[in-house]
């Protein structure tokens, strides 16, 4: 994998997959390693976000790199309106891996063309953001030991969710079975559920997220947006119905585990956070040591 | 008195004609295949009666011969073209073409918030189904069908 760069998760094999979830364990036991004296790793963020700026610098500056870049495209030369094919030409003569955040689908894949140095795609508007999705099975490895054979319950915004998307394609490629809990609009799309079909797999669908608790290993939490609602009274009526509280898992299976990608709003309350399937602050904890893992894979230093 | 018949478009001696092209696609054909830049003498005509395909267009090129690469571009615009080779005013070869499994430059993806429609990106689509029409953009993912194809 040295010298590629990571787009999508589609891009690599599971054997890649597999491999980089492995070292991604190494660094958890030992994760502050002089691998990369004298490296820099640009952070490139067109459009803010904090917790995985922060996620990847972290990790970067575990491993002895330094970090250069912008965190708000409004104080970099792209306001004087310079083009993404010059920024990446420039930045990738002064850093050894770009770390990018870009609101525009399908940057991430033309900076990874114009490049000379390996591009993580930490985001490309509502396409892809590969990173997120290692740290989710990573996540779920660690907490369930395997990949195979496991329920994954999907809560929330399925429609517009790119998060629930790439982990759904990841997760197919071992024996899963979904669980899709979505109110009416915002339900999985139709292209995915072929694909399932295609596959073989097995999924089930419901507005009711109280019913499927018991049987999840794993419950994915994501947000309702009020802006995906064409109609407001719609929003109103549903927004309470996917809100996890302590009460609705005294059913559940003792090792399963919730997770979100957040930030969260409301769709967990704080009275989950000190049971044991609360698990959404450690799966962003294990993001550093994924992104560890991913960093040192494209650098061909693992 | 019975009219004799006549060709709208005269016959070339040498080279390509293409036929049955949907005569809304007349000047997308001729942007794909670029004939608005080669020297050649080309002749066409447009709206002609076509016993299957309503108004039809045909063009017919002087002296050139296309790669089924190239023909095969026009595809998307002209998916029952026929193409008929012609040497010494004869008929010595016809085509049809076929959709390919990539479509390069020809097709603007119909996602407004892609690269492609940002900065000067040669469009690139893998070709996921051919009947009906879809088309897989190279950067943003997002599918383009027949019906919100736009021909750059």
């Known amino acids: 994998m040295k010298n590629r760069s990571l787009v999508s998760i589609d891009d690599l094999t599971t054997d890649e997959i597999n491999r980089i979830l492995k070292l991604a364990g190494e660094f958890e036991k030992n994760p502050v390693q002089e691998l990369l004296p004298g490296k820099v790793v640009a952070t490139l963020f067109f459009e803010p976000s904090t917790r995985t700026r922060l996620s990847f610098e972290s990790a970067v500056n575990k491993l002895g790199g330094k970090v250069i870049g912008f965190t708000d495209s409004s104080t970099s030369s792209v306001t004087k309106g310079e083009t993404l094919y010059d920024t990446i030409r420039m930045v990738s003569s002064y850093a050894d891996l770009i770390v990018m955040r870009h609101p525009i689908e399908g940057s991430a894949r033309y900076a990874s063309e114009v490049s000379s140095v390996p591009i993580i795609n930490a985001g490309d508007g509502a396409n892809q953001h590969p990173t997120q999705t290692l740290l989710d099975m990573y996540s779920i490895l660690k907490t369930q030991g395997t990949l195979d054979k496991l329920n994954i319950c999907m809560v929330g915004d399925l429609k517009y969710g790119r998060t629930v998307h790439s982990l759904l394609m990841a997760m197919s490629r071992w024996n899963t079975s979904f669980t899709f809990v979505a109110p009416e609009e915002l339900r999985m799309p139709d292209e995915y559920k072929l694909y399932l079909d295609n596959l073989g797999l097995k999924y089930h669908e419901t507005a009711d997220l109280s019913e499927v608790i018991n049987h999840a290993d794993i419950v994915y939490m994501t947000r309702v947006q009020k802006e995906r609602f064409s109609d407001p009274i719609e929003y109103e009526k549903v927004k309470n119905a996917y809100v996890l509280h302590k009460e609705m898992l005294m059913g559940a299976k003792p090792g399963m585990k919730i997770l979100h990608p957040l930030p969260r709003v409301n769709e967990i309350n704080t009275d989950v956070d000190p049971t044991p399937n609360a698990y959404y602050f450690t799966q962003a904890k294990n993001g550093v040591y994924t992104r560890q893992a991913i960093i040192c894979t494209l650098l061909g230093i693992k | ?152």
């Not at chain 2, 004799?4 to 000047?27: C, N, R, W, Y």
């Not at chain 2, 011969?65 to 595809?75: G, L, M, V, Y």
Request: hydrophobic share 40%.
């Open chain 2, 1 to 152: 008195m019975k009219e004799p018949k006549q060709l709208s478009v005269s016959a070339i001696e040498s080279g390509t004609v293409i036929d049955h092209i949907p005569a809304s696609s007349l000047f997308k054909v001729i942007k794909i295949l670029r004939l608005d830049c080669i020297p050649n003498q080309i002749t066409f005509g447009t709206n002609l009666e076509s016993k299957t395909d309503g108004k039809k267009a045909i063009i017919k090129i002087a002296g050139v011969f296309f790669e089924n690469e190239d023909i095969n571009r026009i595809a998307l615009v002209a998916p029952k073209a026929k193409l008929n080779i012609i040497k010494d005013y004869e008929v010595i070869e016809k085509k049809v073409v076929e959709v390919p499994d990539t479509i390069v430059s020809i097709a603007r993806c119909m996602n407004p918030k892609c690269i492609t429609n940002f900065e000067k990106v040669t469009t690139r689509f893998k070709v996921i189904s051919k009947k009906p029409l879809a088309l897989k953009c190279h950067y943003c993912e997002k599918i383009t069908d027949q019906e919100r194809l736009e021909i750059i």
